[in-house]
C-alpha cells in the first residue's frame, strides 16, 4: 500500500490507549519493532500451532479471531476494528496461537515484535500496566460472551450486539433513526454471537415485522431504540 511510505508510525502509537502514556523516547524505541503490513481480503494473519513472536494493532481493515473444526466450522471469538490490538496475551505464554485471526477486507495492520515489547516492559513497567489493563478488558468482554450465551436468548442476543454498537458510536444518524452497518457478513456475526445464519436472518425479520427497525442489505436502520431495547428484554 502507498501509504505505508507515508505513515508515521511513532504518532499513530501516541494516539492509542495502549501507548500514548509513554515518552516520545519510549515510542520512538518501539518503532524499531514495528512495521506496517497489508493483508488482502481472506488472507491469514496466523493461524493456529504458528508460534507468536508478535501482536498487531489493526490500522485500516477489519480481523475475525477465530477456531474451527476439523469438519470446518468455525466459531468467530471477535472482530478486531481498527485502532484495537490482538494477540498480544500470546507474547507471555510461551506458546503457539491458540486462535486463527483472518483479514475480513483489504486491511493493514501493525505489527509489534515480541523483543522489543518486552525488553520496553523491562524498562518500564507502566507499558505491562497498560497492557495487562487490555488484555483484562477482553477478558471481561469474552465472559460477558459466555454469560450472554448461557442466560439470553439468540434474540437478546442479537439485539444486544446492535445496542453495543450505537453505544460504540458505530452508527450514522437518519431522519428519525440510527443506521448500524455490519461491519462483517451475516454470517460472520451469527457465528460471533453463536447464532445460525439461519436463525440470525429469522430474528433480523421479526424486528422488521414489529416495525423496529428496517434492513436494507448490511444496514440495519433502528427505528425505536427504546422499544428495541425492550423487546430485547421479554
Same mark, same amino acid.
Given at each position: ?21 509513554? !515518552? %516520545? ?69 510461551? @506458546?503457539?496461537? @491458540? /486462535? ?6 483489504? !486491511? ?9 515489547? /518486552? ?5 518500564? %513497567?507502566? &507499558?505491562? @500496566?497498560? @497492557?495487562?489493563?487490555?488484555? !483484562? ?15 439470553? !436468548? ?48 429469522? /430474528?433480523?425479520?421479526?424486528?422488521? /415485522? ?12 433502528? &427505528? ?11
Amino acid at each position: 500500500m502507498d501509504c505505508c511510505e507515508h505513515f508515521d508510525i511513532e504518532q499513530y502509537l501516541s494516539v492509542l490507549p495502549l501507548f500514548g502514556d509513554l !515518552s %516520545p523516547a519510549q515510542r520512538q524505541r518501539l518503532v524499531a519493532g514495528c512495521a506496517l503490513q497489508p493483508f488482502a481480503q481472506g488472507q491469514q494473519v496466523f493461524s493456529v500451532s504458528d508460534q507468536c513472536q508478535a501482536f498487531y494493532v489493526v490500522v485500516t481493515g477489519k480481523v475475525k479471531l477465530y477456531v474451527a473444526s476439523p469438519s470446518g466450522q468455525e466459531k468467530v471469538i471477535e472482530l478486531i476494528a481498527p485502532s484495537q490490538s490482538f494477540a498480544e496475551a500470546f507474547l507471555f505464554l510461551d @506458546m503457539a496461537c @491458540m /486462535v486463527n485471526a483472518q483479514a475480513l477486507s483489504d !486491511s493493514l495492520l501493525l505489527r509489534i515484535s515480541k523483543a522489543v515489547v /518486552v525488553g520496553e516492559i523491562q524498562r518500564d %513497567p507502566q &507499558l505491562a @500496566m497498560n @497492557m495487562l489493563a487490555g488484555i !483484562s478488558r477482553r477478558m471481561h468482554g469474552l465472559i460477558r460472551d459466555v454469560e450472554g450465551y448461557a442466560l439470553h !436468548s439468540g434474540t437478546q442476543r442479537l439485539i444486544g450486539y446492535l445496542l453495543r454498537e450505537i453505544e460504540s458510536g458505530a452508527c450514522t444518524p437518519g431522519e428519525g433513526c440510527l443506521t448500524v452497518a455490519l461491519s462483517a457478513s451475516k454470517a460472520t456475526i451469527a457465528s460471533r454471537l453463536s447464532l445460525t445464519p439461519e436463525y440470525f436472518s429469522r /430474528v433480523l425479520h421479526e424486528l422488521e /415485522v414489529a416495525g423496529l427497525i428496517e434492513i436494507q442489505k448490511r444496514e440495519i436502520r433502528i &427505528l425505536n431504540v427504546p422499544a428495541l431495547a425492550a423487546f430485547g428484554s421479554h
